[in-house]
């Protein structure tokens, strides 16, 4: 029997929409932590470099 694209079985409608929910969410999620890392990078950037504290020399044992 041939195969038509015209009617789908109901089964692949509803994995269609939970793939389409998911996908959304997934997307959301990704452009939620991209955005997070740019704030967090550019906080970073602005702050002024901190001075690394004196090393101390190394002791000589006797």
């Not at 939970?18 to 740019?38: F, H, N, S, V, Y």
Request: hydrophobic share 30%.
């Amino acid at each position: 029997m041939a195969e038509t694209s015209v009617f789908k079985p109901k089964g692949d409608a509803k994995s269609e929409a939970t793939t389409k929910t998911a996908r959304t969410i997934i997307d959301g999620e990704a452009a939620a932590r991209q955005a997070k890392t740019e704030r967090l990078r550019a906080a970073r950037l602005a702050r002024e470099p901190v001075e690394a504290p004196p090393k101390k020399k190394p002791t000589r044992r006797k």
